[in-house]
């Protein structure tokens, strides 16, 4: 954005009327002229800090190409001094050596702070990650809600808002592990855990019941040699089939006793309810 031209400048030989009108047009353009230059300065400080971030991101990559064209093999087989630029491989990881060392046998990759991991270099303060272990890596904490000095992590105490002399608290992302997740960076397959479905209370209550009809019918009645039977008497006659008379087509209702009120469980299981999943922990870097 380019600053906005100044008007002409009074001159002492203008004369008084043209001098007049000059300063107060030039002294009316400082505010704009004012603004312009901080909008100037406000860009010209984001480009200097992207540059210096890009030259810190052309020194890291510098110092990885010079450390890998100083491979010497293998840390365990070194002896004796060594200089940087050098870089060996230890429990299957590329290493740079940071500072130069009289003995390099008393200084392990991953254990001494002479070293740091080849492109590890690049990681950024306050980047969160994923970690396979329970220990943390170098240069990183676990993302557990833990509270932190702030002297011991000035450039992450910073970033998550702390003061020298303090403590900050790093995020929380962990979770609780089930009797089956003891074991970070194993694989767990899909299961199922105990537990049950209940349905909705049902209060206590009965059911009506009513038989269908079967239409207007008679039943049939065998009479063993008896007519006229009265108060459980009769006379003998003949062997006969009697028929009742037709009650005409109707229903029987009945009523079931109730049932009480009651909650019933359906479906109960055993073991470990979870998804198929690998478990691992959350970690932040602190430089």
């Not at 590890?120 to 969160?128: D, F, H, N, Y």
């Not at 990183?140 to 910073?158: K, T, V």
């Not at 003061?163 to 199922?192: C, L, Q, R, Y």
């Amino acid at each position: 954005m380019p600053i906005t031209p100044l008007p002409p400048a009074p001159n002492r030989t203008d004369g008084h009327a043209t001098f007049v009108s000059k300063a107060n047009a030039w002294v009316a353009s400082l505010d704009t002229f004012t603004a312009d230059a901080n909008v100037l300065a406000d860009n010209v400080s984001s480009l200097e800090e992207g540059t210096s971030n890009a030259a810190a991101q052309a020194s890291a990559s510098a110092n990885i190409a010079s450390a890998s064209g100083a491979f010497v093999g293998r840390w365990i087989d070194q002896a004796g001094a060594a200089a940087i630029p050098f870089s060996v491989e230890h429990d299957d990881k590329l290493w740079m050596l940071l500072d130069d060392l009289a003995d390099v046998t008393t200084s392990e990759p991953g254990v001494a702070d002479n070293w740091v991991e080849i492109g590890k270099q690049l990681s950024t303060v306050g980047e969160i990650f994923m970690w396979p272990l329970d220990a943390p890596p170098d240069n990183s904490l676990m993302c557990n809600g833990d509270s932190y000095p702030y002297d011991i992590h000035p450039e992450l105490g910073a970033l998550l808002g702390g003061v020298p002399g303090g403590n900050f608290t790093v995020p929380d992302i962990s979770f609780a592990k089930n009797s089956k997740g003891s074991n970070t960076g194993t694989e767990e397959a899909e299961s199922v855990g105990t537990h049950g479905h209940t349905a909705d209370a049902v209060a206590s209550h009965a059911h009506s019941v009513s038989v269908a009809s079967n239409g207007s019918h008679t039943h049939s009645v065998s009479a063993a040699g008896y007519t006229g039977i009265t108060s459980g008497t009769g006379t003998a006659a003949n062997d006969a089939a009697s028929i009742t008379g037709s009650a005409g087509a109707h229903t029987h209702s009945a009523s079931a006793g109730a049932a009480g009120g009651h909650t019933p469980v359906i479906n109960e299981h055993a073991g470990v309810n979870q998804p198929a999943c690998t478990l691992v922990n959350f970690c932040i870097r602190t430089k």
